[in-house]
């Protein structure tokens, strides 16, 4: 039972997910051969001291928020059809606890999120040393990490949002989705999250626990 259903979920995202993956090795591409035209061909000893020195994000631009596009596409894709398609409360009421049920929901959506990001950082990693110095990858990895935080907890928001019967928890949820993605992204230069990522961390982690209270409250039809 457990195996099938991961494999169901799995099909609902498969193709949503090889379209994001693609568009993040098309992303980084770009990122790729614009900066190595400018260190080739331009400025390099200005780019150089830009990203040294000045901090300039040069990886920015649309890939910032890509992570954060990547977690509500599958999001909507994973969980839109099951609540639309009134398939998700018979779901959850399979042979199995319904917390064992909508964690295995969670963690193929969770886990190909992370898949695509982990492939995309290492990537992000080599074009970074091949053009700079080895102690940007510390910079790079905190720059980085609350793009991609932004992705799981838009992901997470996604599901919270769409299982949630009460309208009135649905926006506040949303308010605090909002207000939270909003501080995600100050993009001053590098390690602005340095003193802070952990407790993004931890305050993300903690909306997962409200995604099993709405799903609790889907299955009752608590109002």
Known sequence: MFKSLLFKEWLKIKWASAAIFVVFMLMLGYIYINTSYYMRFIEPTGMWYNVVIRGTIFYG??????????????????????????????????????????????????????SIYL?????????????????????????????????????????MISIEIKWSIRIALLMVFLGFLNSLFYLDTYNTYANSIIIFILISLCFVFQTFLSAYRFRKGVL
């Open 119 to 159: 492939i995309s950082y290492i990537i992000l990693t080599l074009i970074s040393t091949y053009f700079f110095p080895v102690e940007v990858l510390w910079s790079l990895l905190i720059t980085t990490l609350p793009w991609y935080l932004a992705g799981l907890f838009a992901y997470w928001a996604v599901v």
């Open 61 to 114: 631009g649309l890939y910032i928020y890509l992570p954060l596009f990547a977690g509500i596409l599958i999001g909507i894709t994973q969980f839109i059809p099951e609540i639309s398609a009134s398939r998700l409360k018979l779901t959850l009421h399979l042979p199995m606890k319904e917390n064992a049920i909508l964690l295995s929901m969670l963690s193929i959506g969770t886990f190909t999120l992370l």
